[in-house]
T-cell receptor, first 115, second 114 residues
Framework: AQKVTQAQTEISVVEKEDVTLDCVYETRDTTYYLFWYKQPPSGELVFLIRRNSFDEQNEISGRYSWNFQKSTSSFNFTITASQVVDSAVYFCALSGWQAGTALIFGKGTTLSVSS | EAGVAQSPRYKIIEKRQSVAFWCNPISGHATLYWYQQILGQGPKLLIQFQNNGVVDDSQLPKDRFSAERLKGVDSTLKIQPAKLEDSAVYLC????????????FGPGTRLTVL
């Protein structure tokens, strides 16, 4: 069975702190995709990143970085120098490789950044 | 390019009433998904269409939920009769049928059942 676990329910930090959101997944598939989405208070899901199971290179985009480790089935997300606008719920998700496969989401981590 | 449209944005009903949600996917997207997001949880797939055929409805409570996608474009999700536990945000997403599985989400419909 496929499963995504985000063990951190809530995290609170002060602006400019770095914060890492953990994601652990389970799948029997050898090929798959991993995603991170942001859900701000307005409710829409905002796509942040997609990573395929072949590519274990870390990725950096501005203040965001992602660490994918297949050996530990983890796909962690780090925000450097957090800002108040980063306050949101962050979801990690998993999908199969085949086109048109639905996403399996974790329960999300609520990040609160105070000034 | 216009995004995924959903209406209504909010709906409040009494239990045992019926309700319907509408979704208009991004033009050209063959695959359409309905997800249910209960407060404090991640979205969970209810039903998935490819064009106007159902691909996966294994998690749809078929005794009360129904969905259709006529002409392979717009889709409607209906609940009849609603229960208190149906209170959630209903998210519609669409994607091209290609090997990257990138899904585009609509703003969702927040349903409150009293």
């Amino acid at each position: 069975a496929q499963k995504v676990t985000q063990a951190q329910t809530e995290i609170s930090v002060v602006e400019k702190e770095d914060v890492t959101l953990d994601c652990v997944y389970e799948t029997r598939d050898t090929t798959y995709y991993l995603f991170w989405y942001k859900q701000p208070p307005s409710g829409e899901l905002v796509f942040l990143i997609r990573r395929n199971s072949f590519d274990e290179q870390n990725e950096i985009s501005g203040r965001y970085s992602w660490n994918f480790q297949k050996s530990t089935s983890s796909f962690n997300f780090t925000i450097t120098a957090s800002q108040v606008v980063d306050s949101a719920v962050y979801f990690c998700a998993l999908s199969g490789w085949q086109a048109g496969t639905a996403l399996i989401f974790g329960k999300g981590t609520t990040l609160s950044v105070s000034s | 390019e216009a995004g995924v449209a959903q209406s209504p944005r909010y709906k409040i009903i009494e239990k045992r009433q019926s309700v319907a949600f509408w979704c208009n996917p991004i033009s050209g997207h063959a695959t359409l998904y309905w997800y249910q997001q209960i407060l404090g949880q991640g979205p969970k797939l209810l039903i998935q269409f490819q064009n106007n055929g159902v691909v996966d409805d294994s998690q749809l409570p078929k005794d009360r939920f129904s969905a259709e996608r006529l002409k392979g474009v717009d889709s409607t999700l209906k609940i009849q009769p609603a229960k208190l536990e149906d209170s959630a945000v209903y998210l519609c997403a669409s994607s091209l049928l290609r090997n990257d599985n990138e899904q585009f989400f609509g703003p969702g419909t927040r349903l409150t059942v009293l």
